[in-house]
């Protein structure tokens, strides 16, 4: 930074979070002050649209629309990308690092497409990029694994990674509503987005899990291999199920050593009441990390909305204002362009526990067809819950719980059990994920 | 460090702890490498018993009696103290500094009574204390409150900071056991030290509190005006009344804004079942922290042990070798040296919700002499509940739960309700902790 502690930022994007980190960097200049010992000061805000900047009381002659103008002020020493998406943040991001500004973002998408691409660029122009808040919102789970976990080698990590998934599946659950409903009331009460098919599908999940799982394995993360599922065909038929069970839903995202590969995947999964993942509600996020010391730690927080999100952005500016995030940045191994590829296991290769519901025709010798089935795919079963039909109509639920086995051995049998003439609809499966055990020595 | 990356590192102390460092430093040597980008060498252990760094594995060739040995090499970059207390481990710090040593140390009573002496000295020196081990185990707090929370103003921070505490409340909650019973079977099983004054007196949480509300608050706390109560005067029969009226006991630490001040108190506190840090058991630890712009955060883990304990070491050694915790330690603003003093409240002025058992004569008019008290203090009851005498001797227990309430109300109250004539044994205070409310925009 500059000799005098001053720190320049330009901020690119003010919309939600963009007005939260005005609203810090304004309101809260000597409160920064005094923790950092830094002067952080507001010199840019480039967009197209300065309605937020005026609410939160930005100086309209800070307001550009040309990055350019932004990149050319010597006094500029850190760029705050907002802008979101893959396109245009892409090429901003870019020309900030060209013109040998630091970059703080949370763009989630950006860095898991293109992070090694990024940070390559950004060591070879002598400058670094924070990112707190592309993960978890305000949660400093990304300072943990550059910092305080950096002498672990990690064996997994589950994050509940998104707010609106774990709204509407708490709202499904709590309610006892559909997800369509759920989803639509979520919309109305802006606590999901109007195309949610981003939060939904699990893919913005899946790239925070990019982001958080290559510098957890230290290992270079394939986004195109990683395996997603979203919430958005769950019924709520087996929500009601899992809870007979004893089984909350979530959306999980997962990154576990198995056999000499890596696990890497987002889906609905079912935990236990007692599993610590199961009482995180609501827009709550939490990420459980274990390593190899340390064994099981746990962060929770708030995993997105303006404010926590722009305490992340600041957080980030401040670190890299102290030179702490540029160390870490220049010096670390862990970082994507300079580690090898993961070995990411295909889903077939998954072990793990499974909830499958058939439907089957009400009549007998059903069951023992279907358990035949698993017998021949060396599948154990640990619970099998039979209902009465519903209406008589569409079949018989049977909702079987098996004990730990590869996915490819479940895909098989459902395929197997999907063509009996007993069963007459696809069998739903939600994979059951068990508490980890840690492996202290 | 050097310049070619390497660090060296003295250890002083090489028991639980120092031994867990010591084969963290040796058998993950590779590891640490190729996450951190270090070479961290482990050139000296200085101890007066060499058995448990002979157990790890520590060539003999590194044993030193006299700290001078390692202190003098110029291949020592970081001295790790391990020895605890505040006497010898004060001189080995202050030794160390003077030598222009980096200090890494998981020794919260020397950093809660010594800790702004030390940091000054440090400075003087251009030299750091990094010392994420002194609190809450391998859970890294202190790297939150210094990194991804730094642009929040902190309002309240509430700690189970005390494995064996935690562990002792869980047994007696669990099994319905007393104090003395579950002490003396977790002393059998090593899991309360032989002699466990520190913790069971609420002492060692009171350190760390001390480290986290500096951190927290940006302010040089005052470890002697820091309320303290232990666990050791707990009756198992306040637990069944507080589980049947919906409470958790936890030994807390907390620091909490109210009014123009700060409450700095631990103390054991009944926890409603919902209240986030009910459900943290047995060893485990954790630290709600709430800050005006991310909300509510928690960080969960292993409060101690060797090899969590270890964890934080060694993420310390690689941060100083960094260069981050140097760059926080030389900048920050919120160092207890730098920091102005805390206004601490004495406890009469905290306000909250309090749990009172009497114990009366089982005779007409009692409740009324009684609440006739609490009126004139002007304490609002929520909550009574009377119970049968156990045995018809020693009086009937009376159970109240107030409004919120100025502590030095009760204690005012309990003095006069103490001396009235019906009652015949002092009453029991225990004070409900209710979940802290976020303050986001």
């Excluded at 899946?206 to 958080?212: E, N, P, V, Y």
């Excluded at 870490?328 to 993961?342: C, N, S, T």
Aim: charged share 20%.
């Amino acid at each position: 930074m500059a000799s005098d502690n001053t720190v320049g930022v330009a901020l690119i994007g003010c919309g939600t979070v963009g007005s939260g980190v005005a609203r810090l960097l304004i309101n809260d200049h000597d409160l920064l002050a005094s923790r950092s010992g830094l002067d952080v000061r507001l010199r840019h805000v480039v967009d197209v649209d300065f309605t937020r900047a005026r609410q939160v009381g930005v100086d309209e002659g800070l307001f550009r629309k040309d990055i350019d103008d932004a990149l050319k002020d010597p006094r500029t020493h850190v760029v705050v990308e907002l802008v979101g998406g893959t396109t245009l943040a892409r090429t901003f991001v870019q020309r900030a690092l060209a013109a040998r500004k630091h970059v703080v973002t949370a763009n989630k998408a950006l860095l898991a497409h293109h992070g090694a691409e990024l940070w390559a660029m950004a060591r070879a122009h002598g400058v670094c990029i924070a990112f707190e808040a592309s993960c978890v919102g305000g949660v400093p789970v990304i300072g943990a694994l550059l910092g305080g976990l950096l002498a672990n080698e990690i064996d997994a990590l589950y994050g509940i990674v998104n707010g609106t998934c774990n709204y509407i599946l708490s709202a499904m659950a709590g309610r006892g509503a559909a997800y369509a409903d759920v989803l639509a009331q979520a919309q109305a009460d802006g606590l999901a987005e109007a195309d949610p098919t981003l939060d939904v599908s699990g893919e913005d999940s899946a790239h925070k899990l990019a982001i958080l799982a290559g510098l957890a394995f230290g290992r270079r993360i394939d986004y195109g291999a990683i395996h997603v599922e979203g919430i958005d065909t769950l019924d709520i038929a087996d929500i009601r199920y899992g809870a007979e069970l004893g089984y909350t839903v979530k959306l999980l995202a997962i990154a576990r050593r198995q056999d000499d590969g890596l696990s890497l995947r987002v889906h609905p999964a079912f935990l236990h009441d007692t599993h610590p993942l199961a009482g995180v509600n609501g827009p709550f996020n939490a990420v459980s990390i274990f390593g190899h010391a340390v064994g099981h730690t746990l962060f929770y927080g708030r995993g997105a909305g303006s404010m926590p999100t722009a305490s992340a952005v600041v957080s980030d500016i401040l670190s890299v204002g102290l030179g702490a995030a540029t160390a870490q940045f220049a010096r670390l191994g862990l970082w994507p362009d300079r580690a090898e590829p993961a070995r990411q296991l295909p889903i077939d290769q998954l072990r793990g526990r499974y909830y499958l519901r058939l439907t089957c025709q009400d009549s007998p010798g059903v069951l023992a067809a279907v358990t035949d089935v698993f017998g021949r795919h060396r599948i154990s079963l640990s619970g099998v819950l039979q209902h009465e039909p519903d209406d008589g109509g569409a079949g018989v639920p049977v909702v079987i719980t098996t004990a730990a086995t590869l996915e490819g051995n479940i895909r098989a049998a459902c395929r197997e059990i999907d063509a009996l003439p007993v069963v007459t609809a696809p069998t739903v499966v939600v994979r059951i994920v068990e508490e980890h055990q840690e492996k202290l020595p």
